[in-house]
């Protein structure tokens, strides 16, 4: 260790050195020199400027006392990473500054403080610390500046003088002699700028770019865009407090004037105390019927409010809190005379056929007549969208003499939604199971969750985890709300829930629910509702009831057909409103001038609409139906297939040209269905001998199986035997009856799979004008589904294998 303490004299301060050592030859500037390394750890020093500096580390006193002893001569470099206590070369900055030691002084603690003078710059080359010396030195290469032309010296300080000034007027924070000092450092560039450098409250990172800069133009850009950086954030600080000031202040006021109007209210006998308030709580407490566990809560709670400060935020809180438990519905339920006959009517004469699930309802009804307490039933309705599953709902709840109570969950992304807030966070209040039933104000509604397949999850958690409690009838007895923190009885709700896929649904979910599909119309059912239902209706709404306003069958079903595709019903309710509207403008306009407003109610008698009239009100038909081949084709064949729209005829074309044994299979196809296309080609390949065809067919032709209408994405394995029999058809040159569809999944062996959506096929079959189809006989069962008048019309084949589709499509 080298002792320091000679450096001192009595009174703590170094002795004063020769200034003989200040002056560096014009021979040293350009040669690499060593000298005490000082690593500084949250300061930049810049050189033209004088700064005190606290030491603290061994090796950095003993580099004192080195460069004491020699011409009082150090290096000053900042480090990265202030943590480091014995840095490297790669974790201190490449410029330093070299600097004078002026003073020295041993403080009580151990550490040493001095004042230092920058001089100049200087490169780091490397710097040397080993177990022998005392101290790190550093070899450095002194900086060469690129000095400025006069004429950019000039205007960049003066443009610098101004922004500094600025900065100065605003902050308050720069000395007044340091401004007028500036003036006479204006022939001198490079030390005007380290000087407004080093009084400037710039981060580490950048004084050091400052340092860094050898380059006098390019310092002084960086230094004139920290400065007007600064000015703005100064600004900014300044606009905030101000903002902060301003509300602070209202909310003085504010708390003034409340306390004004309270005590102005309270002379003119206006204004409750807190104290009758608590006891309007109380009385409401003991005259409100509560379990158990909600009494004893709501009392602890009340206790707590009447120890806190009537305007506390917490005592807010609190008495909403106690409003809430007051307010819910914990036994107040509906008592209804359940007349199995009447709610039969109710549900038929709102929805046309749905006859599963109007026979669930019946059900759950007739045992409720005889038992007085049953857990309510989890109804899931599935099916495509418009065919009434809200309105169901609706339905069940006055048939059932019930409040109906709905929540959309459709885009729901939140569990708080279903759960509610815990009261820690600001604003928080219950979920919307708790909310509505508030709304309701009965403990046994109808409750329609709606889209419950439309939920997403993120990060503020599963809504669809948080609904498992809620439509699980083994745990809803005791619903626990985040927001209440008590369980809550939801047993005696009827929950039914409708969404548009099952899939999106979680399995633990669906595994909680009954499920009941609702399959899309017929186009007979379409016609019965629209003639029954929504033709009326719409008259009414489009104020035509006192008209004489006709459909014929034909413009109903032309609507049904060319103007709609669709499961259920929605989109049909428009078109006819669109008719409707054209006539009432129609009869508007044809009124004659003299006529007056009132007279527009008066009777007209309106022409039928027909098909043939339905183009002059809804243009030319949107869709087309499937149109039969004129005669039967070789590889071409009727395949079914399901939408949520209903069934679809779906034609599969199979040619074959010269090639190298190539399959491809076209139509924007899925995969589920490209592997029904390999299958039934390795069922042909397989079955050659027997189907008549040439065992190596397939090393010198090239098959291309294309599903038409290319832009509409498809999938599924039903169209597996379709596509077999097209490229049976096309092998052994036989044509294929047009007036046959076929659906069903094929295996390698050559079996026919059950398919699902049988109905909706069947249906598209009939009305396309096919007269025989080809299902697998496992849906035997599906059948009974099927509309007598479907069945009376159309030849349904059951099959078990591909000999049997065979035998019966091909001529």
């Known amino acids: ?8 004299n ?18 040293r500037k350009n040669e690499i020199r060593e000298l005490p390394l000082l690593p500084l750890r949250d300061m930049v020093l810049f050189p033209h400027t004088v700064s005190p500096v ?12 080195q460069a004491m002893g020699q011409d009082k001569h150090i290096l000053l470099v900042t480090q990265s990473n202030p943590e480091i206590i014995k840095p490297k070369i790669n974790e201190i900055y490449k410029t330093g500054t070299e600097a004078t030691i002026s003073q020295i002084v041993r403080l009580p603690d151990g550490t040493v403080k001095i004042l230092v003078e920058g001089i100049s710059r200087g490169r780091v080359r490397s710097i040397h610390d080993n177990s022998s010396s005392s101290y790190i030195s550093v070899k450095f290469l002194p900086f060469v500046e690129i000095a400025m032309e006069q004429a950019k010296a000039e205007a960049a300080i003066r443009t610098v003088t101004e922004a500094f000034n600025n900065y100065a007027k605003q902050s308050g924070t720069i000395p007044k002699n340091l401004l007028q000092n500036l003036n ?18 710039f981060k580490l990172s950048d004084k ?12 002084f850009l960086l230094l004139l865009k920290l400065i007007e950086q600064e000015i703005e954030v100064f600004a900014m600080s300044q606009k905030i407090k101000g903002r902060v000031k301003e509300q602070i202040d209202k909310l003085n006021k504010k708390h003034y004037l409340h306390e004004q109007m309270r005590a102005i209210k309270k002379e003119m006998g206006e204004e409750q105390e807190p104290q009758q308030e608590l006891k309007q709580l109380e009385s409401q407490i003991k005259r409100k019927r509560l379990p158990k566990e909600a009494a004893a809560v709501v009392r602890h709670e009340l206790d707590k409010l009447k120890k806190m400060s009537p305007m506390s935020s917490e005592a807010t809180v609190v008495r909403n809190y106690i409003e809430w438990i007051l307010e819910l519905p914990w036994y107040k339920k509906i008592s209804s005379k359940i007349d199995i006959d009447e709610a039969e009517a109710t549900l038929n004469r709102d929805h046309y056929g749905l006859d599963k699930p109007k026979e669930r309802i019946l059900e759950y009804l007739a045992v409720q007549m005889l038992v007085k307490k049953i857990r309510g039933p989890i109804l899931c309705l599935v099916g495509p969208p418009g065919v009434g599953k809200t309105s169901l709902a609706r339905s069940v709840a006055n048939a059932m003499g019930r409040s109906f109570a709905r929540i959309s969950l459709g885009g729901v992304r939140d569990e708080a939604e279903i759960r509610g807030h815990r009261r820690t966070y600001i604003g928080a209040m219950p979920g919307k199971i708790i909310q509505t039933l508030k709304k309701t104000g009965y403990n046994n509604p109808v409750f329609c969750l709606d889209e419950i397949d439309k939920m997403s999850t993120d990060f503020r958690g ?18 626990n709300d985040h927001y209440l923190d008590i369980a809550y009885d939801l047993s005696d709700i009827l929950f039914i829930t409708t969404a548009n896929t099952l899939h999106d649904i979680p399995a633990p979910l669906q595994d909680r629910m009954e499920i009941i599909r609702i399959p899309g119309y017929t186009e007979n059912e379409k016609e019965q509702i629209a003639n029954g239902f929504l033709i009326p209706k719409q008259i009414e709404l489009n104020g035509l009831k006192a008209h004489s306003v006709v459909f014929s069958k034909d413009a109903v079903l032309s609507i049904i057909k060319k103007y709609t595709r669709e499961a259920g019903v929605r989109n049909l309710e428009r078109e006819i409103s669109a008719v409707l509207r054209k006539l009432a403008k129609q009869i508007v306009q044809t009124r004659t001038k003299e006529s007056k407003l009132e007279q527009i109610g008066t009777e007209h008698n309106l022409e039928p609409i027909t098909s043939e009239s339905l183009i002059k009100y809804l243009g030319k038909p949107k869709f087309r139906n499937s149109v039969l081949e004129k005669e039967d084709r070789v590889g071409i064949v009727n395949g079914l297939a399901w939408t949520q729209a209903g069934g679809e005829l779906l034609t599969i074309e199979t040619v074959t040209m010269q090639g190298k044994g190539n399959v491809s299979v076209t139509g924007k196809l899925g995969e589920v269905m490209k592997e029904s296309a390999s299958a039934a080609m390795s069922y042909v390949r397989s079955r050659s001998n027997s189907l008549g065809i040439r065992e190596d067919f397939y090393k010198d032709l090239d098959i291309h199986i294309h599903v038409p209408e290319g832009a509409i994405p498809k999938d599924g394995p039903s169209a597996g035997i379709a596509m077999c029999t097209a490229l049976v058809s096309v092998l052994t040159d036989r044509p294929v009856k047009r007036r046959v569809a076929m659906t069903g999944e094929i295996t390698l062996r050559g079996r026919v799979l059950p398919i699902g959506g049988l109905k909706e096929k069947l249906i598209a079959a009939h009305a396309s004008g096919i007269t025989t189809a080809i299902v697998p006989k496992d849906n035997d069962k599906d059948l009974s589904e099927i509309p007598s008048s479907i069945q009376d019309e159309l030849n349904i084949v059951l099959v078990e294998d591909m000999g049997e589709v065979l035998s019966t499509a091909l001529s």
């Open 208 to 219: 050091q770019k400052l340092l860094d800069s050898d380059m006098l133009e390019d310092r």
């Open 462 to 479: 599963d809504p669809s985890a948080a609904l498992l409690e809620v439509l699980d009838p083994e745990q809803n007895l005791t619903f």
């Open 1 to 8: 260790m080298i002792n320091i303490s000679k450096f001192f």
């Open 184 to 201: 006479s450092l204006a022939s001198e560039p490079s030390q005007f700028a380290d000087t407004i450098a080093a009084h400037m409250p």
């Open 10 to 27: 009595s009174d703590g301060y170094s002795k004063n050195g020769s200034d003989e050592s200040d002056d560096l030859s014009n021979s």
């Open 54 to 65: 606290f030491v603290g580390r061994t090796k950095s006193i003993n580099a004192l006392a």
